[in-house]
């Protein structure tokens, strides 16, 4: 017996990272979950995105511990991709009680070096992709009277973050998207709510441009080198959180019994504790 047992779970961005970890554990709990990405590059993210092989991977895997398991390529961006996969979902799973909206990109950029383009596809992708996936389920929560929305913002969505104002504006955005819609379906027997994970161990953190950020002196800098640095944004100096922690905190919200509602629950190793939240 699961705590999730009949429940069927939406995760955007579950072919890798944060995403994946969230589909298997939900799937544990045993919920079968809708997997999306977008499994594909987005040209000014400047590190690449999940392949479609990965995609495969995290139904593979969903199979292997017993759970159930659809896979789709889903742009988040694109409405009506967004809108035939929750009903693909709904016709092969049933319903949709949980929506975990997961799937993001990063880029590390001075306010004045972001492009247009580079601004767009974070805006698009983040803040309105993000709207998209939610608007989409709520016809079928509301016709349930049941959801659970859990929407994936950062530490960036608490604070400023140098080089990230493009970022930390969606992330900032979706926790006033978020909130609304908690007022909105409060009666409805829908919850909505923000995870804020600071650094987690992913391909959005293990990459070139970003061990750059934090070893501007080298022309190479490699995970070793810039590991030690990732502790210095954190009191605890712990150089990052592994994904399954923050997929207990997406459980701990998925499976709430339904007063839990507009909250933002910062998953961030003390960072919290610098400022007011
Ligand atoms: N890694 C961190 O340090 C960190 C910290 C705080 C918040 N976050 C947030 O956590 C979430 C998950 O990121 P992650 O760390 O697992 O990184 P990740 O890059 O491993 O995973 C993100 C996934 O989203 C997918 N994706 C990107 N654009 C998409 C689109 N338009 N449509 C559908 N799928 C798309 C990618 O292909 C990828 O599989 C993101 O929202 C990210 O902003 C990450």
């Known amino acids: 017996m699961g705590d999730l047992d009949g429940r069927v779970a939406i995760v955007t961005g579950g072919a890798r990272g944060q995403g994946r970890s969230h589909a298997l554990a939900l799937a544990a709990e045993g919920a079968a979950v809708s997997v999306w990405d977008i499994a594909a590059p987005i040209d000014s993210v400047p590190y690449p995105l999940a392949e479609p092989a990965e995609l495969d991977e995290t139904v593979r895997l ?9 896979g789709l390529t889903v742009d988040i961006r694109n409405t009506s991709q967004v809108d035939g996969a929750v009903a693909r979902t709904v016709e092969q799973l049933g319903r949709v009680d949980i929506l975990v909206a997961n799937a993001g990109v990063c880029g590390y950029r001075k306010v004045t070096e972001i ?4 601004w767009d596809d974070m805006i698009d992708t983040n803040l309105s992709g993000t709207f ?25 969505g608490r604070a400023g973050a140098p080089n990230l104002a493009h970022y930390a504006s969606t992330k900032w955005g979706i926790i006033g998207l978020t909130k609304t819609v908690a007022l909105e379906t409060a009666e409805q027997g829908i919850t909505a709510n923000v995870i804020c994970p600071t650094t987690v161990h992913t391909p959005m953190v293990e990459n070139e441009q970003n061990y750059r950020l934090f070893c501007p002196e080298l022309d190479h800098p490699t995970l070793e080198d810039a590991l030690p640095r990732f502790g210095t944004l954190n009191p605890m100096h712990k150089p990052w959180l592994e994904p399954e922690v923050v997929s207990r905190a997406v459980l701990y919200l998925a499976a709430d019994e339904g007063s839990l509602s507009g909250t933002v629950l910062e998953v961030s190793m003390g960072v919290s504790a610098y400022r007011p939240t």
């Open 132 to 156: 998209k996936c939610i608007r989409a389920v709520l016809p079928t929560m509301v016709g349930q009277t049941y959801g659970r929305i859990i929407v994936t913002s950062s530490g960036a």
């Open 62 to 70: 969903v199979e292997q511990g017993g759970g159930r398991a659809l």
């Open 115 to 118: 492009t247009d383009e580079i």
